[in-house]
C-alpha cells in the first residue's frame, strides 16, 4: 500500500544538493537590508539623526525600548548566517578557498553585529538546529566571540587566491565573478572588517593592540580598502532583487512619523555640511529639527512644527546598502595613528575619512571645508568620532556601536529622556530566547550580569 | 335522492390526462347507468360497455369531491367486479373482471391512531395488483379482491404504511400512526452509507435543504448558523463571507488547519483557498477572500446537511474527520414525482449596513486643543490638515480656511468657511448591496433511471462601490437500475465563480476600512472626487488631506482585486449485486478548481507608487477511489449482521504560481508585459497520496441494539516510511429503550447511544519534512536554507473521543429531546514548533501538544401547538456548550503562537492549562485590589509583561427557532446566541486614538482625572487625583494600540439571524394553472444585533493570507442585515 509514497514526500519545488556559491548575494542582501531597516527604526532614533513623532512604542529617542524590539535583529542574523554556515561547509567540501574566505567573513560580519547588540550570544553552539537538533544553543561570552571572529577573519585573510575569480554564480558585491579586482576587494573588505573588530576590542585586550600593531604594519599581507569604490555596500540596482527595502515602504512610515534631529542638523549645518542636502529637506528654505528627548507634554507643539524631514530619495537611493565603507577605515586608523599605534598621521586618515564620504555619497566637497570651523583637525578623538558619525549615516547599527565604544558624539540630552538620561549599551535578549532557550538565557544572564538595556558589555566604555 | 355534479374543466387527449380529470359525484342510491352518464357528461368521456355487464338495480351510494377520475371510477367498480381501460376517442372501455366468480369486497373504517379521526383520501391497494380504492369523506374505504388471503396496503403522506392480511374478513377498521420519522429515518453517514437513525451510537444532526434556502445566504455555511448544536462558524466579513466551521470546539494548535470535513456527495472537498496577502495589519499585502470551493456550492441544489458530530461519526473518512463532518447531499430527481418536473427558485435580497461605532461629531481634525484650522499654511498658521485624528477644534460654526472656501485664480483663500461636521462621510461610502439569484432545475423520472439538471445563477453587488461577484452553477445528477442488480448514479455539479473586484481587507492602505478610521469628522466624502487630479488621470490622486490615505474611490474602482474560478465536484458510482445480501459498491469521486486572480494597483498609490499588477494560477485537485464490499448476513429477524469491507485511494495535489509586476510602465494596462523589470515568478506545488483499508461491522438485535464496530488503516505519503501506516478503531452502541422495554404512553420514543473513537491524522498536504530541501534565494540561481528543522521522524497525530448521548420524544411526538456529552483529547499534533532563533531555523515540525475538548450539546423541539383549526407551532432550541484546555504542550515555552497581530502586540495562544484561543497583551497595571494604577501626570500605566485577556471561545451558544404556520402561511423566526469568549477589536483603538469615536470626548480640554490610584512619595498606593492634562496621550494609553486590554471586549450577541414570511398558494387555486406547487416569502437574516462590542459586529475574524484568524478584528468591514424575497414555483 505504500508503493510510490516516499518519491511523494519529496517538495518538488525543493532542492536539496547546493554549492558554495548557492547562497551568497542572498545572505548579502538580507544582513544588508535587516542593518537598513534597524538602522531607520532603532540607530537613527538613539543616536539622534532623526526624532519620532509619534507616541507609543517607538519613542526611542527617550531611550525607552520595549521588549519585542529585542527580536527583530536576533531573528533576522541568525537565520542569514544559516545560509552562511551553509556556504562555508559547502566551501570547505567542494575546496573552494576563495567562498571558504568569504563564508567567513560574512559570517564575522554578522555575528559581530549580532554580540554588538546583544552582548554575550549563542556562537560556538550557534546554527546546527539541522542536523544535529542543537535548539538550545549555550552562550558564549562576547570577548570570546571577538576573539573567535578575529581568529576567523585571519584565516580568510589567508586563504584567498586574488588570482582567481568566483566561479559558482554571480557576486553582486564586488564582481569578483567577472574580475579579480573584486577578489582582492573581498580580501580587503576581510581585513578592514578585521580592523573594525580589532579596534572595537582594542582598549579591553593587549592581544587585540599586538594585533592592530601587526596588522597595520604589515599593509602587503593585510591589505585594506583605499578608496571609496572598495567601499564593502551593496550597489541597489533598483532591479529585483537588487531593490533598495525601503522602495516600497510608505512615505510616511520612511519620513512621515519622525523628523530629522535637531542635534544632526545643528551638527551638519555648523561647517554647512553638502552632506545634509542629500539627506535632509528644507521646510522654507531652511533646515529645521526637532530636539531629540522632547517631553510627552511637548508632544504636540513638536508635531506642529514644520520639520525637516529624511529626504525621500533615500528610500530609493542606489547606495544606501553599505556594509563597510572606505571612510570608516581612514577614521578607524586616524583613530590608531592618534592612539599610537602607527607613526601615520591622524589628521591625513581623518581628512581622507571625511574624502571618502563625500565621495561615497557623491557630494562636492568644499575647497575650504576642511578648513571649517568644527571640521578643521584639532587633535582630538572626538572630532573623529564625529566626522565617522556622520560617515556612519545609514550603516545599520554602527553609529550606536562607537557611540557605546567611545562616547562619542556627545549627545545633548532631552528632558523627557528616560532610563535616567544613559544611553541603552544593549538590547535585552528576545522574549523568544527567554522561552524558548530559558535555561541558557538564565545562565548568560548571570554571566553578564543581568538583562537589562544598561548592563555593559565586554568592549563598551 | 340527490344527484349533484361539480364542474370541471375537460381537455381530453391522453389516457392520463383523461383519468386524472376531477370529477365531482354525490350519488345516494342511484342506478349505475345513472352516474355513468353524468361522469359522461362532466367529462366528455364515454363509457362502452356489454348491456349485461351492468343491471338497472344496481345502485350506487357514492360521493367524491373533486377527485380525478380514475379514483372514482375505481370506488365505483372496486366491489363490482368490472374493470375499465381507456381505449382512446375518449372511450372508457368496462368490462367484466376475470375471476369475477371469486370476488368479494372488503370495507371499512381508516381512522387516525392517535386521534380517532376518520382519515379521507387514504389509498387502499391490493398488494401485487393494480387494484386500489381511497377512502371518502368519512374514512369509509371499499375494495373488491379476488384471494381472501390477499394483503391490503394503506398508505397515506404523514402516516406510517400499514400491509393488512385480510385472512377471509371482509369488514376491517383500519388505524393509521403518523409517520415515525425517528424510527425509521434514513440518514446518511460516513461514505454515503445510508443508516436508520435509531441505529446509530454518536450524534448527528440533519437539515433539510430549505435550512440554507429559505432566507439563503450567499455562503449557505453561514445559513447553519444557530441551526447545529455544536457547530461554531468563524466568519469573516466580505462579499464571499468565508468562515472556518468546527464542530466540538477547536483542538488543533493551528487555526490554519482546517475544522470540519465538507463533503459533497461523497467527495471530500477544498474548503481552504491559497492566500495572497499577508498580515492585515500594515503589512505587505492586504489580505483578500477569495472564496474557496465551499463558498462556491450553490444552495439550492442542496437536498440535505447531515452534520457528523464527532470523530466517531467520521471515522470512516479517514485522517481528516477526527473534526467531524458535514455531508452534503445534492439535489437528485425525486421518485415520488413521475415524468418531467420543472421548478424555479429565485431570490432577490438587499444588504445594509445594521450597525455603525460610536462615531463623533463634535471636535474636527487637529492635534490636541488645536484652537484652529488651516488647510496648507495660511495666516492663520501652519497647515493642519493632514493630521489624521480629530482632536481639533469644537465645531461652533466659526469660519476656518477650508478644502472648500473660496479661491481667487492663484488658489489664495479669499474666504472662510464655516467649520462643520458631515455626518454622513463614512456612511455614505456604502451602498445598498443587491442579490439576485435564479435556478431552474428539470427533473424526469422514469421508471428505471431518474435525471435532474439545474442552473443557477447568482449576482451579487456588495455594500461597498464595485464590488461583488457573480456565481453560475450547473449540476446534474441521475441515478439508473440498469438491470436487476446493477445500478449506477452520477453526480456532478461545476461552479463558475468570477468577481471584477473583491476588496482587500484589513488595515492597510489598501483597505477601505483603513479610509474610513481615517476619515475625519470635517472632511465631506465628496470632496475625494474625482479620484484623479484633473490633467493627471491615471498618474496621480486626488488626496487632498494626507498623502497618507488612498483616495476610497480609486481604491474600489482601480485597485482592484479581481478572481475567476472554475470547479468541478462530482461522483460516479455503481452498485452491483453479486448474490442475495452481498453488494458491491465502486465509487469515484473529485474536486477540481482552477482560479485566475489577478490585482492590480494604479500608478501614485501609497503603497505601489509605480503601478502593481499581481496574477495567480491556483488550482486543486483532490480525487477519491473507493470500493466497498457490503454483506448482509442472511439470519432470522432477531439478529441483523452486515459486515462491510473497503478500500479508498486519496491523491491531493496543489499548483500555486504567483507572478508579479510591482512596478508599471504604462499607466492604466495591467499585465505582465507592462512590467517595468521582469516580473517574479513565484511558484508552489505538493502532492500528497493516502491508501485506505476498512471494514465494519454492523449488528443490529431485534431492531433494539445496534451496535457498530470500524476500523481503518492508512498509509499515508506524508509520513517517514516508519511511520506511515495507522490503524484506528471506533466502537458506537445504540439501544432504543423505548422498544426494549414497555414505557409509559407519554413516552414515545427514548434511546441511549454511545460511542468511542480513535482517529489517526497524516501530516497535511504540502508537509515537507524528511530532509533539509533548499528554497529557491532572493537572486536567481541561488537558493536559502529553509526556516524548519526537518523531522524524519514524524509521527501520526491522533483524536481519541468518547461520546454519549440520549434521544427521548414524548406525548405522541409533540416534544423531544436529544443529549450528548463528549470528550475529546486530540494528542501528538503535527506543528512547527518555535525554537530558538540562534539554532538557525525558526521552527521545527514535530509531534507535540495535548488538547482536550468536552462539551455538551442539546436540543429540544417542541410542537405547543399542532394542526388547531390549521394552526400549528413548533420551537426548536439548540445549546451547546465546550470548554477547551491545552493539557501539555511538552515545547519549552509552554505556548503555541495561534496569531500574532498588530506588530506582535496582541497574540492568541494556546498556553499549557489555558484554554486554546486565549488572547494576551499589555493591560492596565493594577493595584492588588485590581485598581488601575495611574502615574505622577496622572496617564495609565501599562503591564511590563503580557497579560491573559481572557479567550476566544464562546462560553456557551443557542438559538431558539419558533415557526408557526396557519393554513398556507408560515412565519419562522431565529434568535442566535452566543456568550462569552473575547475579541480584541483594532477598529475601537484606532478611534480611540485618533479621538473619533464619543468615549474620547470626556476630558476636552480641561483634563481628565482617570479612576484609579497612584504612588505616594513613600511608595503607596493612594488614589488618583491628577488630572492629565494632555488628552491625546491620555486616550492614547488608555485606547492605543500597546493597551490591548482596553481594546479586547466581550462577543456575545443576540442576533435576529432569520426571519421570514411564507405563503404557499393552495393546491385549490393552482389547480386551474399549469403549476403545481407556489410559495412566495420574504425573508430576513441578521435582522438586528444586540451587543456591546464597539465596532461593527463582534462575530468576526481576521483574515491573514488565508486563515481565518478568530478574537481578533483587524479593520472589519461594516456588518450587514439582509433583507429579500424569494420565489419558487414548480410545474
Redesign the interface.
Known sequence: CTEGMEELNHDPEGVSSATAGSFMNTAILEGVNTGLNRSHRLNNELMQVTVSLTEGNTVFHRYVLFPSESDYMWSNYYLSLTNIEDMIQKAKAMSQPNYLAIGLTLKAWLFANLTDIYGDIPYSQALKGYPNYVVNPTFDKQEDVYKDLIAKLDTANTLYDVTKTLTLGQDALFGADKSTVGTLRWKKFTNSLRLRLLMRGEAKSPAFQAQIKTMLSSPDKYPLMQSADESAALKFTQVTPLLNPFTSTRDYDFNGANAVSEFFIKTLSTWSDPRLDLWATKTSGKYTGIPSGYTIAEGPAMNAISSSKLNKNLKTSLILGTILQHAEVEFLLAEAALKGYTTDSPKDHYEKGIAASMKYWGATQPTDFLTRSGVAYNGTLQQIMTQKYIALFFNDMQQWFEYKRTGYPVLPVGKGVENNGKMPMRLKYPLSTQSLNRANYDKAVAQMGADDINTKTWWTK | LALGFGVCHVQVSQAQEVLNNKVSVQAQNQSLENVLSQIEKQTGVRFVYAGSLISEKDKVTFSAQNQNLKQVLNGIFSNRNIDFSFSGNNQIVLKASPKSQDHTSVSGKITDAQTGDALPGVNVSVKGTSKGATSDANGNFKISISDKDAVLLFSFVGFSSQEVPIKGRNHLNVQLSEDNKYLNEVVVTALGIKREEKALGYSTQKLDGSAVTDAPSNNFMNALSGKVAGLNLTKTDGPMGSSRVTLRGESILDFNSPGALIVVDGEPINTSFQGVGHGAYLG?DSPIDFGSALTDIDPNNIESINVLKGPAASALYGSRAGNGAIIITTKSASKDKKGLGVSFNSYVSVDQVNRWPDYQYQYGQG????NYYSYG?TSDG?GTQS?SSAWGPKFDGQLFYQYDSPRDANGAFTERTPWKPYTDNRKNFFEQGVTLSNNISITNVKDKSNTRLSLSQMKNNWILPNTGYERISLGFSNNSQISAKLSTSAKVNYYNKFSDNLPSTGYN?QSIMYFIAFQNPNVNLDWYQPYWLPGKEGLEQNHPF???IDNPYLIVYEMLNKSSRHNVTGTMSATYNILKGLDLTVRTGLDMGYEFRSQQRPKNT???QAGMYRQQNVFNLESNSDFLLKYKLPLEKTWQVTTSFGGNVLKQSQKFTNQLA?RLVIPGVYNLANSE??P?TQ???????I?S?YGFVNLGYKDFAFLDVTGRND???????QN??FFYPSATLSLVLSQMTNMPNWISYGKIRGAYASVGYDARLGT????????????P?????P?V??NPNLKPQRNNSFEAGTEWRFFKNRLSLDATVYEQTTIDQILYA?????????S?LINMGKVVNKGVELTLNGNPVKNYAGFSWDVTVNWSMNRNKVLELN?????VILAKYV???VTVEAREGQPLGTIYGLGFKRSPEGQIVFDK?G?PVLT?QFVNLGNTNPDWRGSISNNFKYKNWSLSVLLDIRQGGRIFSLTNSILGEQGKNTATLAGRYDGIIGEGVTFNADGQYVPNTTKA??I??YY?KWY???NVEANTFDASFVKLREARLAYTIPAKILRKTFLRTASIGIYGRDLFVWSTFPAFDPETSTLDNATITPGLEVGQFPSTRTMGANLTISF
Open positions: 505587505g492635534t490636541a486643543g488645536q499654511t501652519a493630521t492602505n494626507s498623502s497618507l501609497q503603497k505601489f510591482d523589470q521582469l517574479l511558484s508552489d506545488r505538493a502532492e500528497k497520496r491508501n483499508l498509509w499515508s505519503s506524508t509520513l517517514p516510511k506511515n501506516s515537507y519534512n524528511l530532509e533539509k530541501i533548499y528554497n529557491s534565494g532572493t537572486f540561481g541561488e537558493l536559502e536554507s526556516n528543522i526537518a518555535p525554537v530558538e532563533y540562534a539554532s538557525g531555523y525558526s521545527s515545547n519549552e515555552t509552554g505556548s506588530g506582535s502586540r501626570d496617564y511590563d492634562t494632555n491625546v496621550t492614547n492605543g494600540r500597546d
